[in-house]
């Protein structure tokens, strides 16, 4: 009870909810951004069968063996009434063929929404062919028009049970602490920052004699053969190298610049300038651009979204917005921990996602995992 009561102080300071605590109320913004229906459902089912027809109601109620009703807003209360009960729901699922549970339970998971093809195709208990036909013969599933299908709110909760967070998560996952110490993190620390300032310095001093010319297609960028070239300074890894020349970039310390017909990679006066730092300025200056850059450079080499051509280091293409919140994040996290210790990226990602979950999307773990590997390489941990 009282980590409900602090949780829902919280609440009342930032003004998202109001009332009385026996007429508690969510403000209408919260509403629109959390969708239809509580707790990750969908919509409630009488909004989601609104469109349905009076026979096609009639037909489920028969099915369910529920008499019927005079009129559809009636036939959806039964239907509700029915199917929102937990042991009720349990007792159809057992009859169900199989597939029909694990399909609500990736459905639930995903916000109760799904596309399955011709949902709105017209199927009986005495007709129905398979799990999905099934579900939909019963109302279990609701079709919202003919490509998606629906796992209504209150059918949700009675499949979790009877209630909307079965295992509520009042407070973060603690974070599972391993000894490295400080003498050896700081070595390992200090070394791996020196070797990245030095591959900077020695990788522009190589541009400025052989610049790489520009990719003209596919967002610009540099091309795979000049990235090997960089590989290869970096003991052939390929993530070592995409972060070498993506922190360079970010820092100012390389641009392009024109070429006769051809756009090419130059140092800038800003390299000029940096290297006349000592070598904790010149490493504090990356490690500040890396810090705050938008810029994902896991995915360099990456395919998305089926594309012919590979996503390009300093290409336009790298740009994540949520980026520097989740790094920051994730070194929040680690400098929470007691000098000397460390974590990994499992117990990172669970925290993250508690305080922030509706920030990072499908790309968060990656960007979790990328932003540790990373901070390695640079000497940030």
């Known amino acids: 009870a009282a980590a409900v009561e602090r949780a829902l102080d919280v609440l009342r300071e930032r003004a998202l909810v109001w009332g009385p ?46 008499p019927g009703e005079p009129d559809p807003p009636a036939a959806l209360t039964a239907l509700t009434r029915h199917l929102s009960r937990p042991a009720t729901l349990a007792a159809l699922l057992e009859q169900a063929p199989a597939g029909a549970r694990q399909l609500l339970t990736e459905l639930d998971a995903g916000g109760g929404v799904g596309t399955i093809g011709r949902a709105d195709r017209d199927v009986t208990a005495a007709t129905a062919n398979g799990p999905i036909e099934w579900l939909l013969a019963r109302g279990i ?11 209504p709110a209150e059918v949700a909760v009675a499949f979790r049970g009877g209630a909307l967070h079965p295992d ?20 390992a620390g200090a070394g791996a920052a020196m070797t990245f300032v030095r591959r900077v310095e020695d990788l ?48 100012g310390l390389v641009a392009t610049e024109s070429s ?91 925290r993250l996602t508690w305080q922030r979950p509706r920030r990072g999307g499908a790309l968060r773990p990656d960007l979790v995992r990328w932003t540790l590997t990373e901070a390695e390489l640079l000497g940030v941990t």
Do not use: C
Request: glycine fraction near 12%; charge should be negative; proline fraction near 7%.
């Open 260 to 350: 006769g017909t051809s756009e090419i990679f130059l140092p800038t006066p800003e390299f000029d300038r940096w290297r006349a730092f000592g070598t904790g300025r010149r490493w504090a200056a990356l490690a500040a651009a890396w810090l705050a850059s938008s810029r994902v450079v896991g995915l360099v080499g990456s395919r998305p979204d089926g594309k012919d051509k590979s996503v390009a280091a300093l290409g336009r293409e790298l740009d994540r917005g949520t980026a520097p919140e989740i790094r920051l994040a994730v070194l929040s996290e680690l400098a929470s921990l007691t000098p000397g210790q460390t974590t990994g990226a499992v117990d990172i990602l669970a």
């Open 141 to 151: 599933l609701v079709a919202l028009d003919g490509e998606r299908a629906v796992l």
């Open 21 to 66: 605590d026996d007429n508690l109320r969510v403000v209408r913004t919260v509403r629109e951004l959390l969708g239809p229906g509580p707790g990750g459902t969908g919509p409630p089912l009488a909004q989601a069968a609104a469109g349905y027809r009076p026979s096609r109601l009639a037909q489920i109620l028969a099915d369910l063996g529920l």
């Open 168 to 187: 509520p998560q009042l407070s973060p996952p603690e974070l599972t602490a391993s000894q490295v110490g400080v003498d050896a993190a700081d070595r």
């Open 204 to 251: 522009l001093d190589e541009w400025a004699l052989d610049p790489p010319v520009a990719l003209r297609t596919g967002g610009g960028g540099l091309g795979v053969r000049d990235l090997k070239r960089v590989q290869a300074a970096v003991d052939g890894d390929a993530f070592a190298a995409a972060l070498l020349v993506e922190t360079a970039f970010v820092a």
